[in-house]
Every structure is written in C-alpha cells, then in structure tokens.
C-alpha cells in the first residue's frame, strides 16, 4: 500500500500497520502499531534533504549505513531514489517524525545606515567648505 500526502512523502509497509499519517510544514508524523519488540521497517519516499527521525518522542534515531545491516534502529537516507529507510524495535504503538532539513534563513541585507551618515556628514563637510571658499574669494574681489 502507498499513500501519499503534500507531494513529500509516501509510506511503503508490509509488516506493520501505519494508522495514520500527518503532514506538517517541513515534517511528517506517522502512527504505526506492530507487535511488541518486533522490528519495523519503513520506507519514505523524500524530494527533499532529511535532519533526523525521532520515534515516540523521545528516541533520535541516528543515520546508519544501511539499516538492513546488523542495526536494531536508524535511519538512511539515499539521494538517488530519494529514499528514507527507517528501522526501529516497536513498542506495539509508536510514533515517529521525519524532520526534513531546512537551511537556516538568511535575513534580507540591512540599508547601510552608518555609511549614509558617513557619506552625509562627508557631502556637508565638502559643500561647507566650497560655501566658505566661494564667499572669501567674492570678499577678495569686492574690495
């Protein structure tokens, strides 16, 4: 069974039984229930880069080489069919988020504002002094 939610993720499952599925901006989180110390294994379909994958809360999982290996739980991500392999123990009813990666926002450029202060005071210093250079010179031919 696939299902397939908000374009970023679509559950694979065979042996457990994924009850429900939410999509949230930049996660997904999944209800799943198998039988007591069984090990799950669940394949997620991502366009997009992945942070971590926490189960029940409470367990960050960690990135493993291949969650077929030897490993009780982990998870792995594969770029090129955009794969999430995660492997966990079930604890009969469990919960896990997929935390997709988002890059940190880079605030917009600031107006230089102590530069344009600079470059203020800069042009009155300069018409200041053009200002006294033209009235002492018109003095000079006055008189």
């Given amino acids: 069974m696939i299902s397939q939610y908000n374009g970023n993720f679509a559950v694979q499952y065979s042996d457990a039984a994924v009850l429900r599925q939410f999509p949230y901006p930049n996660q997904g989180l999944y209800f799943v229930q198998a039988p007591v110390n069984q090990s799950v294994l669940v394949m997620i379909s991502s366009r997009s880069a992945l942070q971590s ?42 919960t896990f988020r997929v935390l997709a990666y988002v890059p940190p926002s880079v605030p917009p450029p600031a107006f230089p504002l102590a530069t344009l202060v600079e470059a203020l005071v800069a042009f009155v210093a300069i018409d200041v002094a053009i200002a006294g250079y033209v009235i002492f010179t018109r003095k000079g031919r006055k008189s």
Avoid at 56 to 63: G, K, M, P, T
Avoid at 88 to 93: C, L, N
């Fill in 53 to 94: 994958v926490v189960v029940d809360s409470a367990q960050d999982l960690r990135v493993v080489a291949s969650v077929v290996s030897d490993a009780t739980s982990g998870w792995n991500y594969t770029r090129g069919p955009a794969m999430l392999t995660v492997r966990f123990v079930s604890s009969g009813d469990d």
